[in-house]
């Protein structure tokens, strides 16, 4: 494994610095990760690609894409009793990064210099108020009904509220509400697979409040402005094996001088 040597953070670059919805969301979860992701190259492992989940991302945007031409609302929608229609912009495209970028909808921070940055999966428009609904897709396969209780979960709802806040620097009217989309794999579908995976599919919602944000950007900011790699969160399980294997590394350098 080699150290990154693009997109690293220099304290006196002019240039914009890229900071993404994930890498806010790595900060919160270990200062420390991040620094040494966004300052000194240092990567977590990479987690192979979710490719099923991708297939069912690309299958709602194709659904939702077509309603959106129609200026109709999905089925779904209606059931949920949701007064809205898929949002139509020419920057759609940008924002849900069809064009391979990854970028997505961004804005600059002008304080610190940080272009906060994320890609969305779909934006729908509330047909009674003209607010825009952050949408996110989700792919699971749970017994029993989906919902947004958990402790892994929390990074979701942060997710929505990142994009929430995004948009509204964008200067659009936003709601407070997000909507996840949920496709839920069911395990007991004819007791067999037989060449198809059914999925059943809801919507549920968020209030966002992305009022922490702001401070987020700023302690960012802080963080890589600094010469000190900062301590890591005593929960971080990459940092504890960081740790495992430095103390087994000195046990066995205490071993050969012996």
């Given at each position: ?5 693009t997109n690293l ?57 077509e309603l959106r ?148 950007i700023l302690d ?39």
């Amino acid at each position: 494994m080699q150290k990154r040597r693009t997109n690293l953070y220099t304290s006196d670059s002019q240039i914009p610095f890229n900071v993404s919805r994930s890498k806010i969301d790595l900060f919160l979860e270990c200062p420390r990760c991040f620094y040494l992701d966004r300052k000194l190259g240092i990567s977590r492992p990479d987690m192979p690609g979710w490719s099923l989940n991708s297939a069912v991302d690309t299958l709602l945007k194709n659904e939702f894409d077509e309603l959106r031409e129609q200026k109709k609302p999905h089925a779904l929608m209606s059931y949920y009793k949701i007064d809205a229609v898929p949002f139509s912009h020419p920057n759609l495209h940008i924002w849900r990064d069809d064009v391979g970028r990854k970028v997505g909808a961004q804005t600059l921070h002008k304080k610190t210099n940080l272009n906060i940055c994320g890609i969305v999966d779909d934006i729908w428009e509330n047909s009674k108020t003209g607010e825009l609904h952050v949408v996110d897709y989700k792919s699971t396969s749970v017994n029993g009904e989906v919902s947004l209780d958990g402790e892994y979960k929390k990074g979701y709802k942060r997710q929505i509220e990142i994009y929430q806040w995004i948009f509204r620097k964008m200067g659009f009217k936003v709601s407070d509400i997000g909507y996840f989309v949920y496709a839920n794999g069911i395990k007991d579908y004819d007791k067999k697979f037989n060449g198809r995976l059914e999925f059943k599919t809801s919507i549920l919602w968020h209030n966002g409040n992305d009022s922490w944000v702001e401070s987020a950007i700023l302690d960012i900011k802080k963080c890589l402005d600094s010469s000190e790699t900062p301590k890591p969160n005593p929960d971080c399980k990459y940092c504890g094996w960081r740790k495992l294997i430095e103390d087994e590394n000195l046990k066995n350098q205490s071993t050969l001088i012996n």
